[in-house]
């Protein structure tokens, strides 16, 4: 995959193992790289406003994330996503992650939103 592929693209969550994803308002990702390193921030459903800082080689993203929940309190982990290709080009991650202090494993799928440039 080339060089800076996921920056300046957004994301939105269409699945996840570890909660409910509320289609109206889904959990939506800003994603910025530079040179396999990749960044960004999220807000959603059960988020107030998370970031995330991470590296990406090849079609492999690997993150560490914190982020505010609505309900109070906060949450973070790691993540290793695989980045896909929809069948009309638009990117997808799969994404395999943990919460600090839990060892499940969850599962979250998002997809690109396409460009309103």
């Not at 790691?78 to 943990?98: M, P, Y």
Request: glycine letters at 12%.
């Amino acid at each position: 995959m080339e060089n800076n592929l996921l920056n300046g693209r957004r994301f939105v969550m269409v699945s996840s193992t570890a909660s409910a994803v509320d289609p109206e308002q889904p959990t939506a990702f800003r994603y910025w790289e530079s040179d396999g390193v990749v960044w960004g921030d999220y807000e959603g459903d059960t988020v107030t406003l998370g970031r995330f800082v991470g590296s990406r080689e090849g079609d492999v993203v690997t993150i560490s994330y914190v982020h505010a929940l609505k309900a109070g309190g906060r949450a973070g982990g790691q993540s290793v996503s695989r980045l896909e290709r929809e069948d009309d080009g638009r990117l997808r991650l799969v994404e395999e992650f943990q919460f600090e202090g839990d060892d499940t494993r969850h599962v979250s799928v998002c997809t690109e939103v396409p460009s309103t440039i």
